[in-house]
């Protein structure tokens, strides 16, 4: 699946990790953007329409997230290069993280809830929603359980609120 190959409509998350897979393979079309801080996670707009949005991310073992969700969008990633954690949470109890490593990938509906960081330095991953991103929701947990959310831009950087819950 490449860019011209993608249907008229909304694509499901099993289309969106075929598309991530691919693009993953095709180091030409996005390695030139390739860059990482600690600072700021490095972000970069692949490919935007009116069905889909792709992202090239750059990650550090400083670069979190935070808790959050995709609002109405599924979503895939594959990881490129080093390797990223994926927690999701759980209220009063210990929550769920793997460690995606480079060639593997996964993908998500709109329900989904997670939070994604570097465990590795120098880690590289393609991610892809449908429809297009316009809005997420970042959460705080703290530490007696209780959550809210807050909606954010897509084009906000997404980090840690100010009291997150490990």
Known sequence: MTYDSLPDRTLDKRELQELVDTL????????????FSDEARHYAS???DEYIDVWLLCWTRANDTGWHDHDISSGAVSVVQGALSESNPRIGGSHLSVTVSAGTSFCFGPEHIHRLTGA?????????????LWRLGQYDITEDGLMRRISVSYA??????????A
């Open 120 to 132: 590795t330095d120098d880690a590289v991953s393609i991610h892809a929603y449908s429809p297009p």
């Open 156 to 165: 906000d950087e997404l980090r840690p609120l100010d009291n997150p819950a």
């Open 46 to 48: 692949l490919h935007r």
């Open 24 to 35: 993953a393979a095709r180091r030409d079309l996005w390695s030139e953007q390739v860059a």
